[in-house]
């Protein structure tokens, strides 16, 4: 049973610092991309970055430069660093995986989100 677990959200500061985690705790044949997204009050959800099994990233502009996407296969886990915050990161962000199962057939897990809140 694939289950993904989010932590790492919280308050902090501008300018301020934080890692998002986000691990398939149960067992898959493989797993292709993984990402987060974000939801912020009264917006649509937006993709915010996302990486593949290769390890090649994409990221959203507004967070190019101040954000680092990883994963850690071993560990089935991808990770959000998130630097130098602003106001307008608040959001609750939700991790993805994309699980190929031992049928080989493809499906798109979602974490139970966590919430980011950037204020003074």
């Known amino acids: 049973q694939v289950q993904l677990v989010e932590s790492g959200g919280g308050l902090v500061q501008p300018g301020g610092s934080l890692r998002l985690s986000c691990a398939n705790s149960?067992?898959?044949?493989?797993?292709?991309?993984m990402g987060w997204y974000r939801q912020a009050p009264g917006k649509e959800r937006e993709l915010v970055a996302a990486i593949i099994s290769g390890g090649s990233t994409n990221y959203t502009d507004s967070v190019k430069g101040r954000f680092t996407i990883s994963r850690d296969n071993a560990k089935n886990t991808v990770y959000l660093q998130m630097n130098s915050l602003e106001p307008e990161d608040t959001a609750v962000y939700y991790c993805?995986?994309?699980?190929?199962?031992?049928?080989?057939?493809?499906?798109?897990?979602w974490g139970q989100g966590t919430q980011v809140t950037v204020s003074s």
């Open positions: 993805y995986a994309d699980i190929v199962n031992y049928r080989r057939t493809i499906r798109r897990y």
């Open positions: 149960g067992s898959s044949f493989s797993t292709n991309a």
